[in-house]
């Protein structure tokens, strides 16, 4: 079966640095999402993309968030300055057409902001 | 607004014990509900999905769900639980523009 696939697995950083998670969604969907998990809590909605734009996005997704899709493969998010707060696993999830069809799930990055 | 929500925070189980896990529902459309499953140190799968049709649902690897919509309620089943079933459990409804919203997680132990 297709995968997504994120890098890095896990990204340690200090707080108020700029961190950037990849992900390469699967190569014939158009929607791309990013989902994020605190340890202990649910999975969050952050942001939904398509057609090189955003197309929704959460409370959560302040501005701090950015997402973008520099190259027609790969699918970043970008936190501009990280708050200790932004430790959670990042989900980055990916669908052909957004009706009814079951979304791919990257594997996650684990991200630790210190 | 759509919204899900599961009762059990943890549940913990014997091998072989039956397994009923709750969710219920707030959803103002067509109802399309999902359970998704997450195991140790793995990413989210899906395990199962209703949109129509019959409202028992078969899932993978012997799971199932029924869908009540008096109760609002689409709540994951497994006759006999194993040790590798141990995971968090998600159940998820459409949002707009093809997004999830998910549960907080059931949290499931099995005992060898």
């Known amino acids: 079966e297709p995968e997504v696939t994120q890098t890095p697995s896990h990204q340690v950083t200090q707080m108020g640095q700029e961190v950037i998670l990849r992900c390469v969604p699967i190569?014939?969907?158009?929607?791309f999402y990013w989902y994020r998990q605190i340890l202990g809590q649910k999975v969050e909605f952050l942001v939904s993309?398509?057609?090189?734009?955003?197309?929704?996005k959460s409370e959560i997704f302040d501005d701090q968030f950015s997402v973008e899709r520099p190259d027609g493969s790969n699918f970043t998010l970008k936190i501009r300055s990280t708050k200790l707060e932004d430790s959670a696993m990042y989900f980055c999830?990916?669908?052909?057409?957004?009706?009814?069809?079951?979304?791919?799930f990257g594997s996650g990055t684990q991200l630790s902001v210190l | 607004a759509q919204s899900v929500s599961q009762h059990n925070h943890h549940v913990i189980l014997s091998e072989a014990a039956s397994l009923e896990l709750g969710c219920n529902y707030s959803?103002?459309?067509?109802?399309?509900l999902f359970w998704y499953v997450q195991y140790p140190g793995q990413h989210l799968q899906l395990l199962l999905k209703?949109?129509?049709?019959?409202?028992l649902v078969k899932g993978i690897k012997g799971f199932e769900a029924e869908f009540i919509k008096s109760k609002f309620s689409f709540n994951l089943r497994k006759p006999s639980v194993q040790w590798s079933d141990t995971a968090e459990y998600f159940c998820?409804?459409?949002?707009?523009?093809?997004?999830?919203?998910f549960g907080k997680g059931t949290k499931l132990s099995v005992k060898p």
């Open positions: 998820a409804v459409p949002g707009s523009q093809g997004n999830l919203i």
């Open positions: 993309f398509y057609n090189n734009e955003i197309s929704e």
């Open positions: 209703y949109f129509s049709g019959d409202p």
């Open positions: 190569s014939n969907h158009l929607y």
């Open positions: 999830a990916s669908i052909q057409s957004p009706v009814n069809e079951k979304l791919f």
């Open positions: 959803y103002g459309g067509t109802v399309n």
